[in-house]
């Protein structure tokens, strides 16, 4: 595949094509935008890609004074987002290699395909609701409604960790999958939501910063899973001695 020339390319070797140059990017919103037409290029162009052209959005120069400024608005989605994935971690991280049941409550599974189990329903719950805003998208509230759910699900988890109320592995099964689904839902929504309502010219820094989110809440929610999972392994044996 031939790359064309408006894709910044990096050379490993050559720290300066590490950034691109802000002659790419425009001072402010109200420039005027110019496509580059098929008549202006060296090879000419297919009609997908003249329209491509057409319609993209050249972004502002920011500086970091900027970039600052635009944090505080995306709080409104980043806040929740990170939140939603330190609750939907911890669960992934710190809590379903210490839940299982035997083989009569298990569906005859072993603990170590119960726990395969619990990553693939999880990976199919976030998979289905990142791919639902095709069809439907969440409400502002729901987005701030999604972190409550989820760390009510962190929680469940580890008090049946440490005390083992489930009675079958079903019970879990379906609690994984909300988590999946909640995490999922609010990764795409959040990112819906923001490609429609940040303006154009600054959409792709505000995508990218809002990364920072999910990102965080995997690294907090990472290092809170030590001592999480060595509190509950505490607990365990403290309740198995006699």
Known sequence: MEVPDTVHQIDILNPKTYLIKSKNLISSSAD???PILASDAVNPLEDYEIQDLANRVQQKNLTVKDKIQLFWPLKKYMVPLCLVYIGEYLINQGLTELIYFDCSHGFDLSKHSQYR?????????AFFSRSSVQFFTLPQFVLYLLPILQIGNTIFLAFDAIYFFVPHIAIIFS????????GGAAYGNTFHRIHNEVASDVREFSMSATTLADSGGIVIAALSAIPLHNFICNQQNIRIKP
């Open 32 to 34: 005027p935008i110019i």
């Open 175 to 182: 609690i994984i999958l909300f988590e999946g689904t909640f």
């Open 117 to 125: 189990w619990f990553q693939v329903i999880y990976q199919l719950g």
